[in-house]
């Protein structure tokens, strides 16, 4: 059954708009399956029910405002993708092994692979003396062909040398530290913060400029306290959502 069989009600208590709405949510969750077509416009919407179009534009921006629908400047409105839930802040994985959890399919471009000499950032995290070389590995990880997460590591040269020898297309950061160079990562700190997109970021990551992001810091320590990784990632807001189990002390 289609959207325009259903009729509305005149006759009840409850508001054509949320009649509508209603309509509406099961109509993009069981037949419009398409997130790149739009859903009818206002205009078809508003003769198919005999309403007018202020009630129908009221029914659909609740769902803006919910995140189920969005507007596209003179192209419509479109349902939106469901967001990625991230365990990223509650355990030390790696990107493919969560996304294939997910039932996604991961795939991963690097954009650079190569040694630097660290700056005063990255030796205070790493606990370097600046100059010193490290391990530079820039990612852009994908869920089902689409740009999550664009991050950049930084690594000891002095641990992970043979980092430069590996195919990160292929496998992940994690699996080499812990199986080919037996380096065991006790613990992270994580540190996360809503941005804004710059023209840089939004490129990599195929969103607008000034778009809602999500950036987050990362330091990995090995067993005796010696940190391993210093990363900075920033995450599509619109494609992810993270949750933090907090425990009552």
Avoid: W
Wanted: glycine share 4%; net charge negative.
């Amino acid at each position: 059954m289609g959207l325009f069989d259903h009729q509305l009600d005149k006759n009840i208590p409850v508001p054509l708009y949320y009649q509508l709405k209603t309509l509406l949510e099961e109509y993009i969750e069981k037949e419009h399956t398409s997130y790149e077509e739009p859903i009818p416009t206002e205009m078809e919407i508003s003769e198919a029910f005999g309403i007018s179009r202020p009630t129908v534009r009221q029914a659909i921006n609740s769902l803006v405002v919910e995140g189920r629908l969005y507007r596209k400047k003179s192209k419509g409105t479109f349902v939106t993708r469901p967001k990625i839930h991230q365990n990223f802040l509650e355990s030390i994985q790696s990107f493919n092994e969560e996304m294939e959890e997910k039932g996604l399919t991961p795939k991963t471009e690097v954009l650079g692979l190569e040694v630097v000499a660290c700056d005063e950032e990255v030796g205070r995290a790493l606990q370097l003396e600046v100059g010193t070389e490290v391990v530079r590995l820039e990612r852009l990880r994908y869920a089902n062909d689409e740009p999550i997460v664009h991050v950049v590591s930084h690594l000891p040269h002095s641990l992970c040398s043979e980092m430069l020898e590996k195919d990160f297309t292929r496998v992940s950061m994690y699996h080499v530290m812990e199986t080919e160079l037996g380096l065991t990562i006790d613990y992270a700190t994580r540190r996360l913060e809503a941005i804004l997109a710059d023209s840089t970021t939004a490129k990599t990551l195929s969103i607008s400029k000034g778009s809602a992001i999500q950036y987050i810091q990362t330091i990995a320590y090995l067993t005796d306290e010696t940190p391993v990784e210093y990363s900075k990632a920033h995450y599509r807001g619109d494609r992810s959502h993270f949750t933090f189990r907090l425990k009552r002390k």
